[in-house]
């Protein structure tokens, strides 16, 4: 059936986080400090990893990825929501707002993909050490890479074939074109999109299953070494990816359940969540956290 009088709308409003202008200063300073430790945290492991040779292993080409998605994810993101901030007319065009939403959800479901390979990673350094350098060869690698960046590709081709068809309603209670935001927003037949939804919703619980089921194994190992610092230094870097994986995983499937229940209102403050912290922690667990990641900032330190 035909859709009746569909208008054509050419821009979005983003409703933000406030209008008093006191606050929206506030809000501006506190973002843009995190955007700004964002760039240079991500950048600063980047920049370590690849300058130290002893970092030259699968653990941290891995972790230069998850750097690498979280400066993509927070510059899709926080740009925009800082100019908005300061800004009385929080507009984003049509191609703009879907292009965020695109990329967002490219970006989202390889991080979640990564958190996976980064979990079996460990899981072959503890439970099977002997076998971890065929198992985890740079070949191997190269070609989990191309996997999960061409296969969160096919995110972008479905947006780009099935678009979102949007009616009356431009006005979106968000800070960010997120992607159930704006099915709240669309009308026409949205059955493909829900089946989308359920869908990326399994992916999610899979993915977060098999992380749990990895470490659970991990636990299993860990608790059989009798080396009391193989088994701190074991629990130490797995420490650290659970945290990331806590943070990622756990507000997502929030936003998922409050989109379920209907409750869409503080979507927003709780994808501010996942949008942000993610990409600030991240870099400060693996360098705080990691002995590896210290020594070699500390040797670079002496170099220069």
Same mark, same amino acid.
């Given at each position: 059936?035909?859709?009746?009088?569909?208008?054509?709308?050419?821009?979005?409003?983003?409703?933000?986080?406030?209008?008093?202008?006191?606050?929206?200063?506030?809000?501006?300073?506190?973002?843009?400090?995190?955007?700004?430790?964002?760039?240079?945290?991500?950048?600063?492991?980047?920049?370590?990893?690849?300058?130290?040779?002893?970092?030259?292993?699968?653990?941290?080409?891995?972790?230069?990825?998850?750097?690498?998605?979280?400066?993509?994810?927070?510059?899709?993101?926080?740009?925009?929501?800082?100019?908005?901030?300061?800004?009385?007319?929080?507009? $984003?065009?049509? @191609?703009?707002? !879907?292009?965020?939403? =695109? %990329?967002? &959800?490219?970006?989202?479901?390889?991080?979640? /993909?990564?958190?996976?390979?980064?979990?079996?990673?460990?899981?072959?350094?503890?439970?099977?050490?002997?076998?971890?350098?065929?198992?985890?060869?740079?070949?191997?690698?190269?070609?989990?890479?191309?996997?999960?960046?061409?296969?969160?590709?096919?995110?972008?081709?479905?947006?780009?074939?099935?678009?979102?068809?949007?009616?009356?309603?431009?006005?979106?209670?968000?800070?960010?074109?997120?992607?159930?935001?704006?099915?709240?927003?669309?009308?026409?037949?949205?059955?493909?999109?829900?089946?989308?939804?359920? $869908?990326?919703? @399994?992916?999610? !619980?899979?993915?977060? =299953? %098999?992380? &749990?089921?990895?470490?659970?194994?991990?636990? /299993?190992?860990?608790?059989?070494?009798?080396?009391?610092?193989?088994?701190?230094?074991?629990?130490?870097?797995?420490?650290?990816?659970?945290?990331?994986?806590?943070?990622?995983?756990?507000?997502?499937?929030?936003?998922?359940?409050?989109?379920?229940?209907?409750?869409?209102?503080?979507?927003?403050?709780?994808?501010?969540?996942?949008?942000?912290?993610?990409?600030?922690?991240?870099?400060?667990?693996?360098?705080?956290?990691?002995?590896?990641?210290?020594?070699?900032?500390?040797?670079?330190?002496?170099?220069?």
């Amino acid at each position: 059936m035909e859709h009746p009088n569909h208008t054509h709308i050419k821009d979005f409003i983003l409703t933000g986080f406030s209008q008093n202008l006191q606050t929206c200063i506030l809000i501006f300073v506190i973002f843009l400090v995190i955007y700004i430790l964002t760039i240079l945290g991500n950048s600063f492991l980047i920049s370590i990893v690849i300058i130290s040779p002893p970092l030259h292993a699968p653990m941290y080409y891995f972790l230069c990825n998850l750097s690498f998605l979280d400066l993509c994810f927070s510059s899709c993101i926080a740009p925009k929501m800082l100019f908005d901030t300061l800004s009385k007319e929080r507009r $984003i065009s049509l @191609i703009g707002c !879907l292009t965020q939403m =695109t %990329f967002g &959800v490219f970006l989202a479901r390889t991080e979640c /993909i990564l958190l996976c390979v980064m979990a079996y990673d460990r899981y072959v350094a503890i439970c099977l050490p002997l076998h971890y350098t065929v198992i985890m060869s740079w070949r191997a690698c190269r070609y989990i890479t191309v996997i999960m960046w061409s296969g969160s590709f096919t995110v972008i081709i479905i947006h780009i074939l099935k678009p979102l068809v949007f009616c009356v309603e431009n006005t979106l209670n968000h800070f960010a074109c997120e992607a159930l935001t704006l099915l709240d927003v669309a009308c026409g037949n949205l059955s493909f999109y829900k089946i989308a939804l359920l $869908i990326g919703g @399994i992916f999610l !619980l899979s993915s977060l =299953t %098999f992380i &749990v089921l990895s470490y659970i194994w991990i636990l /299993i190992s860990v608790f059989k070494i009798h080396s009391a610092g193989s088994r701190s230094k074991a629990f130490s870097t797995c420490a650290s990816h659970l945290v990331v994986v806590s943070l990622f995983f756990g507000t997502i499937i929030i936003v998922y359940t409050g989109q379920v229940k209907g409750s869409t209102s503080n979507l927003k403050y709780i994808s501010l969540i996942y949008a942000v912290l993610p990409p600030v922690i991240n870099p400060l667990i693996y360098s705080l956290r990691n002995r590896d990641v210290k020594e070699a900032f500390q040797k670079f330190l002496l170099i220069s």
